[in-house]
């Protein structure tokens, strides 16, 4: 029999529709960006040109500064971009290793019940709410670090970095793991066959093969880090004006400041604030194109 | 002549269920062997007991013993020495996704062979051995992926001679390859059956009777007949080899 084949308008008017549906939803993603980059861009720049209305600040002055007091007028955030980069770069330089052997260990090495038992506990740690990463590093952390501290209190660099580290491992975990899963089996064998041990073949072959995952998942260890702010607000002390020093010293850092003030600040103070915003907004687009690009240089090979 | 490999009473298990029954086979040396026999009959399997790649598989258990030159390849030896001397070749080539010239030194950098002139010679012998360096002598610093897929599997049949082994086991290794790549590796098992032992499990028949001196007939876990490969295809003893090489079944 032949088929009908003119037709059918249902179904014409269905795929249309779906097609505006798909494209509505990117459209809001991409709004919603263009939204916070122009409100945050508005009112953090505002403060650097002449005519604003709460009076104008010096860029200068703002990026270098050592100190943040509002009361006194001064706002300054050059020692928080140094202490973010500290903060940030210590919770890699400890997490990544940590993270990189937890997810050969749980992809490679580690029996099939225990890695049954690792990793789903390494997924909940991803689940916690990062305040009560704070409120940890608040409780045990901190008296902990006060043991050893030179200074009174426990609020510190050093609390910072392990609480970011904690928290920044199931995230590398989970994409790296993933990415040592995703290499052939064939290259495994390949290398066993050719008389390499285990762990030859696992520094050797497995993870230069997994590159391209490991670095997606720094990357997201990296993004993760320097965002972070409640778990970082009670462990680092916050004070007005700083550079890290020692491992010990207390710390304010870009998010922080944002969201311990951003209550009760107004006027030219709230403007601040909103610059403090550009200059992570900036570090953090800066540290995306950069890892990207060492990322694509990566897979290339 | 004495036996390169003597294989009595081999047994193995995955699990429950047993894949070889009783293997007895005695393999000779700078010779082809093939292994024949429809799909899941246990061909590779046995292969991969020869230099112990089963080791991999968790659930595979394994009674009975393998002498490699009189040794027990099931006693306490070190694996990765066995595997140095038993090299493997693969159904799918499988290059490691680095360059030509470190696939090669992989092996011999792995046994810790760090010398530049040394690793050069290695490479260049091994390309050589493969019949491959022709093609490849001006791009070794490129990576290995970009190669076709017979040149693939004679850079992995390189890789396995870089490490000066005494037997190379193949699983298949044509069948990933069309019938002029097929000819070259072929052409190479000739060449190479002069140096090493081989033992190859292959699908076509016809290509176990090009190449090989000596076929072994699988049926269900079972070595059903072993033999000159001429007798095995033209005066077969069992029933079951003369219905399967006269294409009856399987």
């Known amino acids: 029999m032949k088929k009908d084949m003119s037709l059918n308008k249902r179904r014409v008017v269905l795929e249309k529709f779906f097609h505006g549906v798909f494209l509505l939803a990117a459209l809001i993603a991409v709004l919603s960006v263009a939204l916070i980059i122009i409100f945050i861009f508005g009112k953090g720049l505002a403060p650097f040109f002449s005519g604003n209305e709460y009076g104008t600040y010096s860029f200068i002055d703002f990026i270098t500064g050592l100190k943040w007091t509002p009361q006194s007028g001064e706002y300054g955030v050059g020692y928080m971009i140094v202490n973010s980069i500290f903060a940030t770069f210590g919770a890699i330089l400890v997490g990544v290793p940590i993270a990189l052997f937890t997810a050969v260990f749980i992809a490679e090495i580690a029996p099939k019940w225990l890695a049954g038992i690792v990793r789903p506990a390494i997924e909940l740690l991803a689940a916690i709410p990062s305040v009560l990463y704070g409120v940890f590093g608040f409780a045990v952390i901190t008296p902990l670090v006060k043991q050893f501290s030179p200074y009174p209190t426990g609020d510190s660099l050093l609390a910072v970095i392990i609480v970011l580290t904690i928290m920044i491992l199931p995230t590398i975990v989970a994409v790296v793991e993933t990415a040592i899963r995703a290499v052939p089996k064939s290259y495994k064998e390949g290398s066993l066959a050719l008389g390499a041990s285990k762990i030859q073949t696992i520094f050797k072959v497995t993870l230069p093969a997994a590159r391209s995952g490991i670095l997606t998942g720094i990357i997201l260890g990296v993004g993760r880090a320097i965002g972070e702010t409640m778990a970082v607000i009670l462990v680092a002390g916050n004070p007005e004006s700083g550079i890290a020093t020692t491992i010990f010293s207390r710390v304010r850092l870009l998010t922080t400041n944002i969201a311990l003030e951003q209550g009760y600040a107004a006027k030219l103070h709230e403007q601040m604030l909103f610059s403090t915003a550009v200059v992570l907004f900036i570090f953090i687009m800066i540290i995306n194109l950069v890892l990207a690009q060492i990322q694509k240089r990566g897979g290339d090979r | ?250």
């Open chain 2, 1 to 250: 002549m004495k036996p390169k490999f003597s294989v009595s009473d081999l047994n193995l298990f995955y699990g429950n269920f047993q894949a070889l029954h009783q293997i007895n086979i005695e393999i000779p040396s700078n010779q082809v062997t093939a292994l024949i026999g429809p799909s899941g009959c246990g061909k590779s399997t046995f292969l991969r007991t020869l230099n112990r790649m089963n080791d991999l598989v968790d659930t595979a258990k394994i009674t009975g013993n393998i002498q490699l030159d009189g040794e027990n390849i099931y006693s306490d030896i070190d694996v990765m020495k066995l595997r140095t001397r038993v090299g493997m070749v693969f159904q799918k080539p499988n290059p490691f996704p680095m360059s030509i010239y470190d696939n090669i030194a992989y092996g011999p950098r792995c046994q810790g062979v760090k010398d530049k002139q040394r690793l050069n010679q290695i490479v260049e012998d091994s390309l050589r051995g493969a019949a491959l360096w022709d093609e490849v002598k001006d791009r070794l610093n490129k990576s290995a992926m970009g190669l076709s897929g017979g040149q693939q599997q004679r850079l992995c049949i390189a890789r396995a001679i870089a490490m000066e082994p005494e037997v190379i086991l193949m699983d298949e290794p044509t069948s990933a390859l069309d019938p002029i790549a097929t000819k070259k590796v072929e052409e190479l098992m000739e060449q190479l059956k002069k140096k090493y032992t081989i033992v190859i499990v292959t699908h076509s028949m016809q290509q176990a009777a090009r190449i090989s001196d000596k076929t072994a007939f699988f049926l269900m876990g079972e070595l059903i007949e072993f033999d000159d490969t001429n007798k095995v295809f033209t005066n077969p003893q069992d029933k079951r080899t003369e219905d399967y090489i006269t294409g009856r079944f399987g």
